[in-house]
Structure formats: C-alpha cells, structure tokens
C-alpha cells in the first residue's frame, strides 16, 4: 500500500510530454552546475594547499542520489529501483602514489567508506581491533585492488 500511494503521488504519467522535457532539463542543469561547483571547490582548495604547502585528501560524498525521470512512471528519489542507487564518492589526494589521478573505479561503494578512507589517510590504523566496528572500506585500499569488489552494498 505504501508504493503504490507513493506512486500515486509521485506519478509524471499525466504530465504532458512538455512538462517532462522541462522537468527533465532542470534536474540536468541542476546537476550540471552541481558537478561545475565541485569542481571549483576542488581546484581552489589543491591551490590553497599548494600555495601553503600542505598535502591533502579530499573525498567528496554524493549523497544525493539519482533522480526518477520517468522510469517506473515517477519523477522522485525513490529506492530500490536503479536510479536510486546510483551515488558517487570523489577521492582526491596530493599523494598521487597512493591515489593517482583521472581513475574512474565503478565497484560499488558506500557511504560508511568515507569514514574508513578519511582515517587512513590520517595515518589511524584502521586494522586495529578498536575499529572493527567500521562498517566500510578504505577507499584507497580498493582503488589500489586491496580488497575484493563486492557483489551488492
């Protein structure tokens, strides 16, 4: 009952197909500036550090996850259909041997990796028997193929 009122209220079915187009190119502009922000942030902040010295790691967490266009009939978030489920996690190092540049991995990640992945830049021993309780991943150690790729998150 709960999907289908979801659905209900959800439903882009009776939209006219003008109305889908411009719903449909508002999210992509959404997104676009979205994607043109991140950027900026990024090439300020490797700026800054450079122009102080300093290293960094950046990991940016998409949490926003996609968007229904019209797929099952819905323009919303809604999980656990495809879309839904598709995030994104940017990783960002001064450390180019540990996190090289321009690597796109499309293994499944979550967003418990962040934490993992932050505190190992850190230099935190992440195997120690006092954070096992972390549910996630390092990050890096699965761009560099450390770990097996996982088969659903």
Not at 14 to 30: G, P
Request: with cysteine; hydrophobic share 40%; proline share 3%.
């Amino acid at each position: 009952p709960q999907l289908l009122k979801l659905f209900k209220n959800l439903n882009m079915t009776n939209m006219t197909d003008k109305e889908k187009q411009q719903a449909i190119q508002d999210y992509y502009a959404f997104c676009a500036y979205g994607d043109a922000l991140i950027g900026d942030a990024v090439a300020a902040f490797k700026e800054y550090c450079k122009k102080n010295k300093q290293e960094y790691l950046i990991v940016f967490v998409v949490g926003d996850h996609g968007w229904h266009l019209g797929e099952q009939g819905i323009e919303a978030k809604f999980s656990p259909w495809r879309q839904s489920t598709q995030g994104a996690m940017i990783v960002v190092s001064s450390n180019k041997k540990e996190i090289p540049e321009g690597i796109v991995n499309t293994n499944f990640v979550e967003y418990v990796d962040a934490a993992p992945t932050i505190l190992e830049a850190a230099n935190i021993p992440i195997d120690d028997k006092k954070y096992e309780y972390l549910d996630g991943i390092s990050l890096k150690r699965l761009i560099q193929g450390q770990v097996q790729k996982r088969d659903y998150i």
